[in-house]
């Protein structure tokens, strides 16, 4: 059986309005005690793996929003699965052991994608079964038009980092329980970045990016579930210079229709005959996701009998031919009754006779039918 997911919060010790410095720092607390190869603790890779999966979620503003209002769940419809180390969040963890970007002597510093972002969109389940396209916004952080992203002020430029001479990286040596290694650190004044601003961009105050609304038109294919989502790449918020762009998502949600419940591609409906529509035969006007079909339904039709409209069903998500649409036959039985009605009623059962009633197979066998 699956292990429930303790909460992020609970598992690093911080209250739920930690800032993000208190969150790296009880991380780092305890990375350094359940590391595997420094406690004994039968228990330390395990606890050591759910510490940094919950610092990779609550460190990252995306991840954290997303957890603050959905949970688990919505991590995992939000298409992110926690435990995947990106390059961030790996050199994070190894910075608790040697205090900086073990990776940072391959280069400058390393450039961070853009986070992903998440918006919903809501269908009717006709427009589920045909397809759409819809507009949907998203509040993105986009590179600043005026700097490209530098975060200065273009009359002025960068010039080159002093403390590193324009590597980005200065060398350190670090004593840790695994012995001494000598490091490339990213430059801490200039960020590894070689070049420091010297007057800001003032359009966005320096931060390379600026909050932007950005409206996209989705194309939602025809037979989408609900909770599924969609993927574009690239229009999430901006990274470094140099970096791509996170990915949106977009998470579709199909309201329940009254009519009909949806069994996978198949529509299941009922509809209701009067005791003597069924025993007479009667036509019947039916709902289907491409508007209403004439059925005939022959003298003695039964409860649970099932009619089955092939092809009437939700389309096969990205594939050929569509569900079928079973409607299953619900027979009224009257409640109240006049005396003549009771008397008629009588007569007719007094003249019945073994032919009348005869079973052509079972009520449940119907039903488990309708659901096949």
């Known amino acids: 059986m699956a292990q429930t997911k303790r909460d992020y919060y609970d598992v690093l010790g911080v209250p739920r309005d930690a800032d993000e410095e208190a969150i790296k720092k009880a991380f780092r607390r305890l990375a350094r005690e359940l ?3 420094v406690s004994d603790d039968p228990e330390a890779e395990h606890r050591f793996r759910e510490v940094a999966e919950a610092y990779e979620v609550l460190h990252r503003q995306e991840t954290r929003e997303l957890y603050d209002r959905y949970g688990h769940e919505g991590l995992r419809t939000g298409g992110y699965r926690p435990g995947d180390f990106d390059f961030g969040s790996l050199s994070d963890l190894l910075g608790a052991f040697f205090g900086d970007d073990l990776f940072g002597g391959m280069g400058s510093a390393r450039r961070r994608r853009g986070g992903d972002i998440a918006a919903e969109v809501t269908l009717d389940l006709t427009e589920a079964s045909t397809g759409v396209t819809r507009e949907v916004s998203f509040a993105v952080a986009a590179t600043c038009g005026e700097c490209g992203g530098s975060g200065a002020d273009p009359s002025a430029g960068l010039e080159t980092c002093t403390q590193c001479g324009g590597a980005g990286r200065v060398q350190r040596t670090a ?3 695994f012995g ?8 801490a004044r200039c960020n590894g970045s070689g070049r420091l601003v010297t007057k800001r961009c003032e359009t966005c105050d320096g931060d390379g990016r ?6 996209i038109d989705v194309r939602i294919p025809a037979g989408i579930h609900d909770g599924q989502r969609i993927r574009l790449s690239g229009e999430g918020h901006s990274g470094d210079v140099g970096a791509r762009a996170g990915d949106a998502y977009v998470i579709v949600r199909v309201d329940p ?3 009909f419940v949806r069994d996978g591609d198949d529509i299941v409906s009922t509809v209701e005959l009067t005791m003597t529509e069924a025993a007479l035969g009667a036509r019947r006007s039916i709902p289907t996701l ?10 003695g039709t039964q409860p649970g009998e099932v009619r089955i409209l092939r092809g009437k069903g939700m389309p096969v998500l990205q594939g050929r031919g569509r569900g079928h649409h079973r409607v299953l036959v619900n027979v009224l039985v009257p409640r109240r009754l006049s005396e003549e009605q009771r008397r008629l009623l009588e007569d007719f059962d007094a003249s019945v006779d073994g032919d009348t009633y005869r079973s052509d197979g079972g009520f449940f066998d119907r039903v488990r039918a309708a659901f096949r």
């Open 180 to 187: 001494e290694f000598v490091t490339a650190q990213v430059c």
């Open 290 to 299: 491409e508007g209403d079909v004439e059925l005939e339904f022959e003298p």
């Open 210 to 215: 600026v909050a932007e609304q950005r409206k």
């Open 175 to 177: 004593r840790t329980l």
């Open 35 to 37: 590391h595997p190869d």
């Open 257 to 259: 229709d009254p009519r």
